[in-house]
């Protein structure tokens, strides 16, 4: 999310690794020493993503369930390809992952910025 957020170029397609255990827009907080410790306490939700491909001029045009989401910008769709909603029909798997502690818990960041 992080990344993608500070890129001022605009690829023709963007494919992320979301994670698929929240609902709502939700991130882990920026942090470049972050390793996985084997929990839900990883990357961001396909919520959190949508909100920013919007935000940037992209639209979700496929995803692999618990895993990928594949968006395209905008002006190069043009009705090609159907467009997915996260809101309704989208694939979430609460139990993807082991439960993360209570300090990884308080530590996400809910509606992270655009």
Not at 31 to 57: E, R
Not at 91 to 103: A, G, V, Y
Request: charged share 15%; net charge negative; hydrophobic share 35%.
């Amino acid at each position: 999310y992080w990344v993608w957020r500070s890129l001022s170029f605009r690829p023709k397609l963007v494919l992320v690794e979301y994670n698929s255990n929240w609902e709502g827009a939700t991130t882990c907080p920026y942090d470049t020493s972050h390793v996985w410790p084997g929990t839900q306490f990883y990357g961001a939700s396909g919520k959190a993503f949508d909100n920013l491909a919007k935000s940037k001029g992209y639209e979700l045009i496929g995803h692999v369930p618990n895993i990928n989401m594949f968006f395209i910008r905008n002006d190069l769709n043009n009705g090609l390809f159907n467009t997915l909603d996260v809101d309704t029909g989208f694939h979430i798997s609460k139990n993807h992952h082991p439960p993360m502690s209570e300090e990884h818990f308080n530590s996400l960041v809910h509606n992270p910025p655009i």
